[in-house]
Nanobody, 120 residues
């Protein structure tokens, strides 16, 4: 059974940084495409980033390029999202997902999410 548990969200000032974590169980993230998606208030789910199963390819939505970095630790079966240069428009619930999220598609296997609020 796939289980994903996110953590690391919180309140941060504009320009600040956060690192989100996603602990996976029921499968090995080293063998899976993994993604981060987000949902802002009143909006739909939005793809943020994904990592290939072999870990060599990281892909980002245009609005986070150069600011966010996706990574993983296979020994901890954990996916990360390092976020810097955060802006109020980045405020959302962030979810990790098993599978290849892209524009217009978000995998069904997701965690419960972690809230990120960017505000002064």
């Amino acid at each position: 059974q796939v289980q994903l548990v996110e953590s690391g969200g919180g309140l941060v000032q504009p320009g600040g940084s956060l690192r989100l974590s996603c602990v996976a169980s029921g499968f090995n993230i080293g063998n899976a495409v993994m993604s981060w998606v987000r949902q802002a208030p009143g909006k739909g789910l939005e793809w943020v980033s994904r990592m290939s199963a072999d870990g060599y390819t990281q892909t980002y939505a245009n609005f986070v390029k150069g600011r966010f970095t996706i990574s993983r630790d296979n020994t901890k079966n954990t996916l990360y999202l390092q976020m810097s240069g955060l802006q109020p428009e980045d405020s959302a619930v962030y979810y990790c997902a098993k599978g290849a999220a892209t524009v217009g598609y978000v995998p069904d296997d997701r965690g419960q999410g972690t809230q990120v609020t960017v505000s002064s």
